[in-house]
C-alpha cells in the first residue's frame, strides 16, 4: 500500500513540475481581438491574420513596420486563417474564431 502512495505521489509530483511542458504548443498565438494585429508582438513575419469581418482580407505584419498590411483576396475569393491563403468561395468554411 505505501508503494502505490509512493508511487502516486511521484506522478502527481512530475505531472504538476513539468504540467507547462504537456501542454501542446498551438501553430501561432491567438490575438486578443480580431482585429489589426500588434505587430510589436508578432514573431513570425509570414503568418497571415484573418479579419473576422470580412473574409476577404486579411493582415499581416511585414519586418519591421509598426502597422499591418490589409491585403484582398483575388476576386472570389476567402482567406482562411488555418491553411494561411485564400480559397475559392465553394472551399471556404466559418471556422469560430478563437480568444484568449
Given at each position: ?65 509598426e502597422?499591418?498590411d ?6 472570389d ?24
Amino acid at each position: 500500500m505505501k508503494g502505490i502512495s509512493v508511487i502516486g505521489c511521484f506522478v502527481l509530483l512530475i505531472s504538476v513540475a513539468s504540467g507547462h511542458k504537456l501542454q501542446l504548443q498551438a501553430r501561432y498565438e491567438p490575438q486578443e481581438i480580431y482585429a489589426e494585429p500588434n505587430c510589436a508582438v508578432v514573431t513570425d513575419h509570414t503568418r497571415m491574420f484573418r479579419d473576422i469581418s470580412d473574409p476577404t482580407h486579411y493582415w499581416i505584419c511585414a519586418e519591421g513596420k509598426e502597422k499591418a498590411d490589409y491585403i484582398q483576396c483575388p476576386p472570389d475569393e476567402a482567406f482562411m486563417e488555418h491553411l494561411q491563403r485564400c480559397v475559392k468561395w465553394s472551399e471556404w468554411k466559418w471556422v469560430e474564431p478563437y480568444t484568449k
